[in-house]
């Protein structure tokens, strides 16, 4: 069996976590709905902060979308669908080409996910569109939404609003799965033209939320600092993930000097198929600038 194949994870296995994790978000999220008339007084006050700080790009972006269909269609169907295409493809991507860095990227994205779920529970916030007229925003995908599939409740088809949690703003988890995305493809694509969609996806994503108006400035960067603190919860996540497994019938305790049958051991540098090694292990950590989750293995030498 190849070195590819053998860290590869089950991909039953993994499907099924993605699964369970992106179900438990959506119900998350639609159980943190919380109060519109606070969610309004929280989307001004980052409005305000913004104007103090002279970081308002929202309302240029918004009238330049709004007043060109060229832009502000485009626009729209990025909003709606890149984030629910892109981030899956990249997941796939890393499972097939990059199995060894595929758990920690994984893991990453889970946590980051998770923590951006807190922040809509504490933080409910109305977003630029659906604020009084009179702060000077337009809801572009509601003034387009004969050009797509979607109505004008944010990015949910037409009749499936009450699906969605529309004060879901805070952080912005379009720009934070965006940059995870952008950093996959830096730090993994083997191209220039990888490297290129790595850079470019994520700035796109930050003025599409922001020129739809789905989105503050400031909710972008909570979507970037939410994704930052994930990466750092990594490692450790990943070290008390094996120490459970470890635990559990039939878990895998640390790799010392496998022995075959007939009480012969393994040559040094050979391993049971399917076997995950520690290396492995700190290929899910190291890569990242993370500390490993375990020491380097011992081979035991031949009889």
Same mark, same amino acid.
């Given at each position: 069996?190849?070195?590819?194949?053998a860290r590869?994870?089950?991909?039953?296995?993994?499907?099924?976590?993605?699964?369970?994790?992106?179900?438990?978000?959506?119900?998350? #999220?639609?159980?943190?709905r919380?109060?519109? @008339?606070?969610?309004?007084?929280?989307?001004?006050?980052?409005?305000?902060?913004?104007?103090?700080l002279h970081?308002?790009a929202?309302?240029p972006?918004?009238?330049?979308?709004?007043?060109? &269909?060229a832009?502000g !269609?485009p626009?729209d169907?990025?909003?709606?669908?890149l984030?629910?295409? /892109?981030?899956p493809?990249?997941?796939?991507?890393l499972?097939?080409?990059?199995p060894?860095?595929y758990?920690?990227?994984?893991?990453?994205?889970?946590?980051?996910?998770?923590l951006?779920? /807190?922040?809509?529970?504490?933080? &409910?916030?109305?977003p630029?569109?659906?604020?009084?007229?009179?702060?000077?925003?337009?809801?572009?995908? $509601?003034q387009?939404?004969? +050009?797509?599939?979607?109505?004008?409740?944010?990015? $949910?088809?037409?009749?499936m609003?009450?699906?969605?949690?529309?004060y879901?703003?805070?952080?912005?988890?379009?720009?934070?799965?965006?940059?995870?995305?952008g950093?996959?493809?830096w730090?993994?694509?083997?191209t220039?033209l990888?490297?290129?969609l790595?850079?470019? +996806?994520?700035?796109?994503?930050? !003025?599409?939320?922001?020129?739809?108006?789905?989105?503050?400035?400031?909710?972008?960067?909570?979507?970037?600092?939410?994704? @930052?603190? @994930?990466?750092l919860?990594?490692?450790?996540a990943?070290r008390?993930?094996d120490?459970?497994?470890?635990?559990?019938?039939?878990g895998?305790? &640390?790799?010392r000097?496998?022995?075959v049958?007939?009480?012969?051991?393994t040559?040094?540098?050979? #391993?049971?198929?399917?076997?995950?090694?520690?290396?492995?292990?700190a290929?899910?950590?190291?890569a990242?600038?993370?500390?490993?989750s375990?020491d380097a293995a011992?081979?035991g030498? $031949?009889r």
């Amino acid at each position: 069996m190849t070195e590819r194949a053998a860290r590869r994870p089950r991909w039953w296995a993994e499907l099924s976590l993605i699964a369970v994790v992106y179900a438990a978000y959506s119900g998350g #999220r639609l159980l943190a709905r919380g109060d519109e @008339g606070g969610a309004v007084e929280h989307g001004l006050a980052i409005l305000r902060l913004e104007q103090a700080l002279h970081l308002n790009a929202e309302h240029p972006l918004n009238r330049l979308f709004t007043s060109t &269909p060229a832009l502000g !269609i485009p626009a729209d169907f990025a909003y709606a669908s890149l984030h629910y295409l /892109v981030t899956p493809a990249v997941l796939v991507w890393l499972f097939r080409r990059r199995p060894g860095r595929y758990r920690a990227a994984r893991t990453w994205l889970m946590l980051s996910t998770l923590l951006g779920l /807190v922040g809509f529970t504490l933080l &409910p916030t109305c977003p630029p569109r659906l604020l009084d007229a009179g702060h000077g925003f337009v809801d572009t995908m $509601a003034q387009f939404s004969a +050009y797509g599939w979607w109505g004008a409740e944010a990015s $949910a088809p037409r009749g499936m609003g009450g699906m969605t949690n529309q004060y879901a703003a805070m952080p912005s988890l379009h720009v934070g799965w965006a940059l995870w995305c952008g950093v996959m493809l830096w730090r993994h694509g083997r191209t220039p033209l990888f490297r290129a969609l790595g850079v470019a +996806y994520p700035l796109l994503t930050v !003025i599409v939320v922001m020129g739809t108006a789905n989105h503050y400035f400031l909710d972008a960067a909570a979507g970037a600092a939410v994704m @930052g603190l @994930g990466l750092l919860l990594t490692a450790p996540a990943l070290r008390l993930a094996d120490r459970v497994r470890a635990t559990l019938p039939g878990g895998e305790a &640390p790799v010392r000097s496998p022995i075959v049958g007939g009480g012969c051991e393994t040559s040094a540098g050979e #391993r049971i198929p399917g076997q995950r090694s520690s290396t492995d292990s700190a290929d899910d950590t190291t890569a990242w600038g993370l500390p490993s989750s375990g020491d380097a293995a011992s081979v035991g030498k $031949a009889r």
